[in-house]
């Protein structure tokens, strides 16, 4: 067996309910904890090649998914493209389900306190042309902002990865360009529609 040391200890605040910490998600302690160790450690956070984490949880997530998410919220361990500002799902009528986007878009710029004019890119899911081209009249969108790297159409609608193939294009387009805000939106089968809202932060 090899052998093991022990470098640094340290663990979160303990809270209690509706204390000082009841708005604060146990991810974002872990992560200072982390960042918190490498830093008293005086390591190369490079080195790090695993995380394992304990964490209780009343909502009942699995402690591997704090441990994770940790990993990804540490300023230390990892070097972020983007922060998501605002993620969120609205319902609309299940029968003309493909206009969801358009509400759901309304919804969370009102939510972010954002307009649409505050958005550099937008990535609205081409599953058929006419989705965007609906989205831009009701919302008065830029054009010249809309789905600048070509449309699911022309780039493709992977099944189960659609999502990730609209933010990973935003990322990029942002990236290129130095500019701040994206938006991605699509629409869902019942009526439903997706929005999140990211931030660039390595223009």
């Not at 872990?30 to 918190?36: E, I, K, R, S, Y």
């Not at 992977?158 to 699509?186: H, I, N, Y």
């Amino acid at each position: 067996m090899s052998e093991a040391y022990i470098v640094a200890a340290g663990r979160t605040a303990g809270g209690r309910r509706r204390g000082r910490l009841a708005s604060v998600h146990p991810v974002d302690l872990a992560a200072q904890l982390l960042d918190g160790l490498i830093d008293r450690a005086a390591i190369d956070p490079a080195l790090v090649e695993d995380v394992v984490m304990g964490c209780v949880g009343q909502g009942g997530e699995q402690s591997q998914n704090v441990a994770r998410n940790a990993v990804l919220a540490s300023r230390r361990l990892a070097d972020p493209l983007a922060r998501l500002h605002h993620v969120s799902v609205l319902g609309h009528d299940p029968v003309i389900m493909l206009e969801a986007p358009i509400p759901a878009t309304a919804h969370a710029l009102k939510k972010s306190g954002m307009s649409i004019a505050d958005i550099d890119a937008y990535e609205i899911n081409e599953a058929f042309a006419s989705i965007p081209m609906a989205w831009l009249q009701a919302t008065h969108a830029d054009p010249a902002r809309l789905n600048r790297r070509g449309g699911s159409i022309a780039l493709g609608h992977p099944l189960g990865a659609t999502g990730t193939k609209l933010l990973s294009t935003l990322l990029c387009t942002l990236d290129a360009r130095k500019e701040r805000w994206g938006l991605q939106v699509m629409c869902e089968g019942g009526g439903l529609a997706n929005v999140t809202i990211v931030e660039n932060l390595r223009r």
